[in-house]
């Protein structure tokens, strides 16, 4: 990623189509290329990337966030947006969203071309996720910056029921 211009100076105007891609694939499931819009542009609060997956892909897992608001634009492509517990087509022209703490989500591109879009989302300094096909969790937080790129704390794992006192030293008992 590149770094934010130390000079105070930050670019009006980026040609998406210009920006380079960063390549991920994970398994037979997952893969895109992506790259932030927002930060080629300087922006602090606002988030912006552009996703670009293969026919039969999704770029990632099935997901809530619970302080992050999240608009996908379908730029190109067609596909399956899973919310909640339904499947609900979509294809170029599309606007797609998920509110914080609201239902996870996943986007599909069930085509047989390239899905492109772009995810919009706000920033903030701590979030939690949830993983509902894996009960995986992740928190990531940090007070000097945003969590997914400076967070002082980035941890996930799975969740078991703990009462307020469990697994503290509470001293002896009187």
Known sequence: M?????DGFLPSKVMVDDLPLEFMAKGTRYAAGTVGIGDALGLKWLGASLHVVPPGKSA???HRHHTTDEMFLVLSGQGDY??????????AGAGLGARAGGEA???????????RYIAFSNNTNADVLEYPDSGRVRIDAGAGGFHDKDGTFKQGGLLQPLGYWDGEDIGDDE
């Open 82 to 91: 899973r919310i909640g517990d339904r499947r609900i087509p979509y294809r």
């Open 60 to 62: 990632c897992p099935f």
């Open 2 to 6: 590149k770094e934010r211009p130390s």
């Open 105 to 115: 989500h996943q986007i599909f591109n069930t085509g047989s071309h390239e899905l």
